[in-house]
């Protein structure tokens, strides 16, 4: 016996395909169309692939295949607890580890409160070093956020500053771990 591995995220949603499916039935028995029978069926079908691609979309099927291939996931932490030396240290850890990295998968992301979004190329997460949030730049720089400042090229708002300082007055190093663990390839 053959066995798919299929995992939902979602499955609750997979009970649409009951009235899914009530409702093409009664539009097909109902209809008013003057198709012959075989182009109804033709429709009811293609109708119901497509109930059945939505409904499975939304139930987040996922298809599990295993993998010998490593993946690891840099967690930085940027909050204030870290002062400039560990930040620099940080730096210097992912640079060595990028140049032995080879053709291996790998992802990088900062957290401290809030989890920022996972990059999974090192030259976008390089920008964030550069720009002073990892490297041990000055604090305006630390609590600027990289993603205003480099995205647009402009110097980041009030704002924004204040959002970056008020998320990096603690860790939340558990909810960094989940995003990680779910930015992992399963298997």
């Given at each position: 016996?053959?066995?798919?591995?299929i995992e939902?995220?979602?499955?609750?949603?997979?009970?649409?395909?009951?009235?899914?499916?009530?409702?093409?039935?009664w539009?097909?028995?109902?209809?008013?169309s003057?198709?012959?029978?075989?182009?109804?069926?033709?429709?009811?079908?293609?109708?119901?692939?497509?109930?059945?691609?939505?409904?499975?979309?939304?139930?987040?099927?996922?298809?599990?295949?295993?993998?010998?291939?490593?993946?690891?996931?840099?967690?930085?932490?940027?909050?204030?607890?870290?002062?400039?030396?560990?930040?620099?240290?940080?730096?210097?850890?992912?640079?060595?580890?990028?140049?032995?990295?080879?053709?291996?998968?790998?992802?990088?992301?900062?957290?401290?409160?809030?989890?920022?979004?996972?990059?999974?190329?090192?030259?976008?997460?390089?920008?964030?070093?550069?720009?002073?949030?990892?490297?041990?730049?000055?604090?305006?720089?630390?609590?600027?956020?990289?993603?205003?400042?480099?995205?647009?090229?402009?110097?980041?708002?009030?704002?924004?500053?204040?959002?970056?300082?008020?998320?990096?007055?603690?860790?939340?190093?558990?909810?960094?771990?989940?995003?990680?663990?779910?930015?992992?390839?399963?298997?």
């Amino acid at each position: 016996m053959i066995v798919m591995p299929i995992e939902f995220t979602q499955p609750t949603w997979l009970f649409l395909l009951i009235p899914a499916g009530i409702m093409l039935l009664w539009w097909f028995a109902r209809s008013l169309s003057d198709f012959s029978k075989a182009q109804r069926v033709a429709s009811l079908l293609v109708r119901g692939v497509i109930c059945l691609l939505l409904t499975l979309a939304l139930a987040g099927m996922t298809w599990l295949g295993n993998t010998d291939e490593p993946f690891v996931v840099f967690l930085v932490d940027r909050s204030a607890s870290i002062g400039a030396a560990g930040r620099a240290h940080a730096a210097a850890y992912l640079r060595e580890a990028e140049t032995v990295r080879g053709g291996q998968s790998a992802a990088w992301m900062s957290y401290a409160l809030a989890t920022d979004r996972a990059v999974n190329d090192w030259q976008d997460y390089e920008r964030t070093l550069v720009s002073g949030a990892l490297a041990g730049g000055d604090k305006a720089d630390a609590t600027a956020g990289v993603n205003s400042a480099v995205a647009t090229g402009r110097e980041p708002r009030d704002a924004d500053r204040s959002e970056r300082a008020i998320r990096e007055r603690g860790t939340d190093l558990a909810g960094a771990i989940r995003t990680a663990a779910a930015f992992a390839p399963a298997g």
